[in-house]
C-alpha cells in the first residue's frame, strides 16, 4: 500500500496541517496558532504534534511516506527554511532540519500561495483556465501565479511575492520586512491597524469618529478585525479607511493583472475571507481604474481557508520544479 501524505500550510497566524491518502484524498485535518516564542523550531514541531495526533489510527508518522510543506516566504529551497519573514518573529524558521530526522519520507516544500495556486488550477476557480493568480490578504500579502498552465517560480522559488510591490512613495509606511511603500504595509492585517493610526493622525485628522479617537490615543490594541467590526456598525473613519484600502488592494491587483495578465484572479486569507464584501467587492473598480490589460474574473477563492492546504495534498502528488526537497 502506497503511504500516507502530510500536508501543513505554516502561515503567518496560523498553522493547518492535513493528513491525505496517496490519492490526495483528505482523511484529517487540524489547525493550531503558530507559536510566538524564542525558538523557531517549535513552529515545525506543532507540525509533528499535529501530525502525531491525526496519524494515529493510521499508523502514526511510519504511515507517510510524503510530507509536503506550504509555507510563507522568503524561503530558502536549499535548506529548506524560511528566512527573515515579515510576519513571524523568528530570523530562521528551519523546517525541514526538524522535519527530515522524524519521517522515511519524500519532502516537498514551497510557498504557500505557489500551492494555492496549484489547488485553483487543479480544482478551484482557475480549473478551466490557463492562466490563474491566487492572492492572499491574511497577515501579509502574497501571491502564487501559473501562467500558461507553469507555475513561476523563479531563480530561488519565490517568485510573485507581490505583497511587497511598491504601491505608495508618498506615506512611507514600513513594511514588515523593513522597506517602505510595500502593499502590505498597508493592507495586510498585521499592518492595517498602524496605516490606521497614521491615517488618523495626518491625513484624515479632521475625521472624528470613535475608532479615529482611539487610534489617536494610542492606548487601545486595535486590530484589522476591529477596523472592519467599526466599519460595519457606520463609523465614518472606519469606512473612509476601508475605502483607502479597497483603492490600495486594487492597486495592486492592477499590478497584478499588467503583469501577468492572467484570466482569473482568486483572492483567498483570512481578511478577505472574513470581509468578501468590504475586500473583493470594494476593490473592483480601482482595478478597472489602474488595469491596462484586461480585467480578468476577480473571486473570492472557493476553496476558503484551506486553498494553500489543499494545494501541498496536490504538490505532493504531482510536485512542482524546484520543490522537492529530498527524495525518499
Ligand atoms: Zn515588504
Redesign the pocket.
Known amino acids: 500500500m502506497e503511504g500516507l501524505i502530510l500536508a501543513a500550510d505554516i502561515g503567518g497566524t496560523v498553522i493547518r496541517v492535513a493528513i491525505a491518502d496517496s490519492q490526495g484524498r483528505m482523511l484529517e485535518k487540524a489547525s493550531t496558532l503558530v507559536p510566538k516564542g524564542h525558538d523557531a523550531r517549535a513552529v515545525p514541531m506543532k507540525v509533528l504534534e499535529l501530525c502525531d495526533a491525526l496519524s494515529i489510527k493510521y499508523g502514526g508518522r511510519r504511515s507517510i511516506s510524503k510530507v509536503s510543506i506550504a509555507a510563507i516566504g522568503p524561503l530558502d529551497i536549499t535548506t529548506g527554511a524560511i528566512v527573515r519573514p ?1 510576519n513571524m518573529p523568528y530570523d530562521r524558521v528551519p523546517i525541514m532540519e526538524v522535519l527530515c530526522d522524524c519521517f522515511d519520507a519524500t519532502f516537498i516544500l514551497l510557498n504557500d500561495c505557489n500551492a494555492a495556486a496549484i489547488a485553483e488550477k487543479l480544482v478551484g476557480a482557475g480549473k478551466d483556465v490557463d492562466d490563474v493568480v491566487y492572492i492572499t490578504v491574511s497577515s501579509g500579502i502574497g501571491g502564487g501565479v501559473i501562467l500558461d498552465g507553469k507555475l513561476l517560480l523563479g531563480k530561488d522559488g519565490n517568485a510573485a511575492e507581490i ?2 510591490m511598491v504601491v505608495d512613495m508618498d506615506m512611507g509606511m514600513t ?3 523593513g ?1 517602505k511603500g ?1 502593499w ?2 498597508y493592507c495586510g492585517g498585521n499592518s492595517m491597524p498602524k496605516f490606521a493610526k497614521f491615517l488618523a493622525e495626518n491625513k484624515y485628522s479632521n475625521v472624528d469618529s470613535i475608532l479615529a479617537r482611539k487610534l489617536r490615543e494610542g492606548k487601545h490594541i486595535i486590530s484589522a478585525k476591529d477596523v472592519f467590526n467599526y466599519a460595519r456598525s457606520g463609523d465614518e473613519f472606519a469606512l473612509m479607511f476601508i475605502d483607502k484600502i479597497a483603492e490600495i488592494n486594487g492597486a495592486g491587483v492592477a499590478n497584478v493583472v499588467n503583469a501577468f495578465d492572467p484570466s482569473v484572479i482568486s483572492i483567498g486569507g483570512s481578511v478577505t475571507l472574513n470581509n468578501v464584501d468590504l475586500v473583493v467587492d470594494k476593490l473592483k473598480p480601482f482595478v478597472e481604474r489602474y488595469a491596462v490589460n484586461r480585467v480578468p474574473k476577480i473571486v473570492p477563492t472557493p476553496l476558503g481557508h484551506d486553498a494553500p492546504l489543499i494545494g501541498a495534498i496536490l504538490a505532493a502528488i504531482n510536485p512542482p520544479p524546484k520543490s522537492v526537497f529530498k527524495s525518499l
Open positions: 515579515a505583497g511587497h513594511c514588515g520586512c522597506k510595500h502590505e504595509a
